[in-house]
T-cell receptor, first 114, second 119 residues
Framework: AQSVTQLGSHVSVSEGALVLLRCNYS??????LFWYVQYPNQGLQLLLK??????LVKGINGFEAEFKKSETSFHLTKPSAHMSDAAEYFC????????????FGTGTSLTVIP | DVKVTQSSRYLVKRTGEKVFLECVQD?????MFWYRQDPGLGLRLIYF???????EKGDIPEGYSVSREKKERFSLILESASTNQTSMYLC??????????????????FGPGTRLTVL
């Protein structure tokens, strides 16, 4: 079965520091991969997605993610955290082998310390 | 921009009541989804629909039903609300990738959510 694992349910970084949110997937074939962000009391907003084109994907708000097939990973990074980045982040997988469904990780809550 | 709207942001109901959650999308998307979100559990799929009058069960359909009479509208129904259905409910829509494509694999666009409390 398809699954997505987000390591670390809570991550804290200082303002200006590197943001690294981890996502690993299990799939027998290359999947489609997504990162979503959820601000308090709001729905999910797409940050970026990978659909088998370039392995380094740039998204909104300065975020990017790199697809590494050998590591089955799709970690999200941002060079310098801003206070406005504080939110919940979800990794998701779909595509061949998912049985026609999206699968979301359990989320990582990012806190930015001033 | 894709817009997905949900009928209520906050809702308080009593145990045993019938509850309707409405979702409308304005992008002519074929696919629509209902999820519930609970702390530590992420998003769990309740039901989804690939077309008008079509519905399929997700991972946790028990206690819920859905209706899709028009392409733009997807309703979630709690026939007899219970306290364990207190949750954030999120609606999403996506386009169909076309012939040969997997129906639910394209980007999902979400509504703002409805926080339902059942007392």
């Amino acid at each position: 079965a398809q699954s997505v694992t987000q390591l670390g349910s809570h991550v804290s970084v200082s303002e200006g520091a590197l943001v690294l949110l981890r996502c690993n997937y299990s799939s027998s074939v290359p999947p489609y991969l997504f990162w979503y962000v959820q601000y308090p009391n709001q729905g999910l907003q797409l940050l970026l997605k990978y659909t088998s084109a370039a392995t380094l994907v740039k998204g909104i708000n300065g975020f990017e993610a790199e697809f590494k097939k050998s590591e089955t990973s799709f970690h999200l990074t941002k060079p310098s955290a801003h206070m406005s980045d504080a939110a919940e982040y979800f990794c998701a997988v779909s595509g061949p082998g998912t049985g026609n469904q999206f699968y979301f990780g359990t989320g990582t809550s990012l806190t930015v310390i001033p | 921009d894709v817009k997905v709207t949900q009928s209520s942001r906050y809702l308080v109901k009593r145990t045993g009541e019938k509850v309707f959650l409405e979702c409308v999308q304005d992008m002519d998307h074929e696919n629509m989804f209902w999820y519930r979100q609970d702390p530590g559990l992420g998003l769990r799929l309740i039901y989804f629909s690939y077309d008008v009058k079509m519905k399929e069960k997700g991972d946790i359909p028990e206690g819920y039903s859905v209706s899709r009479e028009k392409k733009e509208r997807f309703s979630l129904i709690l026939e007899s609300a219970s306290t364990n259905q207190t949750s954030m409910y999120l609606c999403a829509s996506s386009t169909h990738p076309g012939a040969g494509g997997l129906r639910s694999t394209d980007t999902q666009y979400f509504g703002p959510g409805t926080r339902l409390t059942v007392l």
